[in-house]
């Protein structure tokens, strides 16, 4: 009480109050501190272990497992050559695993076949193994008849017919056949710059050289052609010049000279 016989309450209006208390914060228990502790150093060589055993079991599905064995050969661009025999040649036993497949072996063996003119192998996920084949094509064929051998346009005799050759093959008198010979290289030059429809109307070609090649037509007209030069251009001339022998523009000839392709002479 101070003179005035008030109080410090009655001058304030309100009464001092304790502050309040905050709850103490929880504090764990040593024992449990340690219950809470990661585990991770003893995950860790489980999981490293079930990490190498999935890999472990890609890779046996992959190079020995039965899933991804070999259920298919699939052979594309044949024509004239079997695909069973190029299946049979290839050498891919049904079951292999596709990943232990050795494609260049089988492409290796393929490439061998006569008729072969160039060969891709590969994988087809999940099952299959592919082949590509590019098979050699004829425009000549040479020997006597029933020992006569198709020949390509790189000289290459592939394949034998005891028969008739094939429509627009023709056949080719040349000393020795043969990649190697000129004579022959020079010959099928020449064969092979005619169009396909004329190729058909040819008899025979003969080559006694390099220079000296001569056609004679189904209708017993002679072509001389001369050498391998400008080939491209003596096949259209000779194409062209038919044509119009065909319409009746020109009197038939017995002999055409195409060796000088700019100045074609008829006798």
């Keep these: 009480m101070n003179r005035t016989g008030t109080t410090t309450r009655d001058r304030t209006g309100r009464s001092r109050r304790p502050a309040e208390r905050r709850p103490p914060a929880a504090v764990t228990p040593l024992a ?37 064995g070999v259920s298919t050969v699939q052979v594309d661009g044949v024509t004239t050559l079997p695909a069973d ?13 596709l990943l ?29 193994v592919v082949v590509t084949v590019v098979e050699r094509v004829p425009i000549a064929i040479v020997g ?26 023709v056949p080719l008198d040349v000393a020795h056949p043969g990649p190697g010979d000129p004579v ?4 099928l030059a020449a064969v092979g710059a005619l169009p396909v429809d004329l190729r058909r ?9 390099a220079e ?37 523009d020109l009197q038939p000839a017995a002999t055409i000279d195409v060796s000088t392709p700019s100045a074609v002479v008829l006798r």
Excluded at 37 to 59: D, F, K, M, N, T
Excluded at 155 to 165: H, K, Q
């Design 32 to 68: 449990r501190r340690r219950r809470v502790r990661p585990r991770s150093r003893h995950r860790r060589p489980i999981q490293l272990a079930l990490a190498v055993l999935a890999l472990v079991a890609v890779v046996w599905v992959l190079v020995a497992g039965p899933i991804l």
């Design 85 to 97: 025999q190029v299946r049979e040649t290839a050498g891919i036993a049904p079951g292999t695993p």
């Design 100 to 128: 232990r497949v050795d494609v260049e072996a089988a492409r290796a063996r393929i490439a061998r076949l006569p008729s072969v003119a160039s060969v891709e192998v590969t994988r087809g996920w999940p099952r299959t």
């Design 144 to 169: 006597e008849p029933g020992r006569r051998s198709l020949v390509d346009g790189e000289g290459v005799l592939f394949d034998t017919v005891t028969g008739e050759p094939p429509a627009g093959v």
């Design 184 to 187: 022959t290289m020079a010959a």
């Design 201 to 209: 109307d040819v008899a025979s070609a003969t080559a006694t050289t």
């Design 212 to 248: 000296n090649i001569s056609l004679t037509l189904a209708d017993g007209t002679l072509v001389r052609w001369g050498g391998p030069e400008e080939s491209d251009l003596k096949g259209a001339a000779l194409a062209a010049l038919l044509g119009k022998l065909a319409a009746g």
